[in-house]
């Protein structure tokens, strides 16, 4: 049995990157970048009016009481033409007239006459404005030939609206990992919609799989339900290769039991096992491999508890590793409730998150912890990580805390009253 560390590290040695591929914009979102972006022009692209107003030149007065000629009107998308040294009225977002360089607020203004058309004529400014005032200069928002993202940036819809406005249409970004599961066990019934039969129960860790390598942005190339014979596992592993799966992650059948025969079936199948037990709770039969000249595979026992924990803790940094997404940070916050864990096993604990009084984070642990049990990995917020020498840790205790799901927000509910 080897530490949780240990046994990242091996993973990692064996998480090897993958290619870049190109794709259109607006299939992007979601995808890392295999390289570094930069600008291909200035944003903004011209000079423009950040308000309704008029543009003045540098020349001209812009103390309050001065009276100003107005020459025309430029709106947004209007080519820019050339003021001759009057004002001009301006729209937001319209192109400063050549010459020009200020634009006074309209509200800061007094129309004195108007032509017969309607348009403003003269104008006094109501108060003086500084030169250069209410101008969105070009290229202040990004430089062309800047760097605008770097490597290994995940494009959500916020990176997605800035390289829309650089007018970039495809991005290269890092292949998806594709992954496989195998779900184990002649208990489980994976169709939904069908009563269960004695002795069954709904597969619960199938879908849960399915859905968080979605988030992570990973392809799902097979999911298998198969039933507690080596055989079945075998070609459902084979299958997944055959597939072109980078990482198989499969549940159930693990442990030491006399049922548990994927140790066996991988090195059957030729691969080299990198680790067998992890001192973790849960998930300590948890097991790595490598088959060889294929995927990795991670062989999570087919408790829930021990299934959400070896993904968020095992398979996560695998497909992190593999996107070229590097390491997480890692969370701090005290805790509300006192534990007592057991030396030399590393912990992860439900828990809600809150602030207290002060403004502190604070972590209230589940008080029912057992593996098997849903509802409470459904209700809380965070993961509480306590190391493998924690020893006895009282309430107010600072510990890591990690996102119940990959790549989301901590879950924080409003502030509570009580006080580490």
């Not at 319209?94 to 020009?100: K, R, S, T, V």
């Not at 968080?212 to 039933?227: K, R």
Request: proline share 6%.
């Amino acid at each position: 049995m080897i530490t949780y560390a240990q046994a990242l590290e091996r993973l990692s040695a064996h998480a090897r990157p993958l290619p870049g591929e190109t794709c259109t914009l607006d299939v992007a979102c979601g995808r890392v970048l295999a390289r570094e972006l930069t600008s291909p022009m200035n944003l903004p692209s011209f000079d423009h009016a950040a308000m309704d107003g008029y543009a003045l030149g540098a020349d001209d007065s812009l103390a309050a009481g001065s009276e100003h000629e107005v020459g025309g009107s430029q709106a947004a998308g209007d080519v820019a033409l050339g003021a001759k040294r009057v004002a001009w009225e301006i729209m937001t977002g319209a192109q400063l007239p050549d010459g020009l360089d200020t634009v006074v607020p309209v509200e800061c203004t007094q129309l004195l006459s108007q032509a017969s058309d309607g348009m403003p004529a003269r104008i006094r400014l109501q108060e003086t404005i500084t030169r250069g005032a209410n101008v969105r200069r070009a290229g202040s928002d990004v430089e062309e030939g800047a760097r605008v993202l770097a490597a290994g940036t995940r494009l959500d819809p916020s990176r997605i609206m800035l390289l829309s406005a650089l007018g970039m249409a495809r991005a290269d970004v890092v292949r998806m990992p594709r992954v496989a599961i195998v779900c184990t066990g002649k208990e489980l019934q994976p169709d939904l919609d069908r009563p269960l039969a004695a002795g069954q129960i709904y597969n619960s860790n199938g879908p849960y799989l399915r859905a968080a390598i979605a988030a992570m942005g990973a392809q799902l190339v097979s999911c298998d339900t198969v039933d507690d014979t080596a055989d079945t596992y075998a070609q459902a592993v084979q299958r997944a290769r055959d597939a072109g799966a980078d990482l198989i992650v499969s549940t159930g059948a693990v442990s030491m039991g006399r049922y548990d025969f994927v140790p066996d079936t991988l090195r059957r199948l030729g691969a080299e096992v990198l680790f067998h037990k992890v001192a973790m709770r849960p998930g300590k039969p948890l097991l790595a491999a490598r088959l060889g000249g294929g995927p990795l595979v991670l062989a999570l026992p087919g408790t829930p508890m021990a299934v959400a924990v070896g993904f968020r803790f095992f398979v996560v940094p695998v497909l992190r590793a593999m996107l070229g997404l590097g390491s997480e940070p890692t969370l701090r916050a005290y805790l509300d409730t006192p534990q007592q864990p057991k030396a030399g096993l590393r912990h992860f604990l439900r828990a809600t998150l809150a602030q207290d009084a002060g403004g502190r984070l604070c972590a209230a642990v589940a008080g029912l912890q057992q593996p098997f049990r849903i509802q409470p990995f459904a209700d809380a917020g965070a993961w509480v990580v306590l190391a493998e020498d924690a020893g006895d840790c009282p309430a107010g205790t600072q510990v890591e805390i990690a996102s119940v799901h990959p790549d989301s927000a901590l879950a924080i509910t409003p502030h509570h009253g009580a006080s580490a």
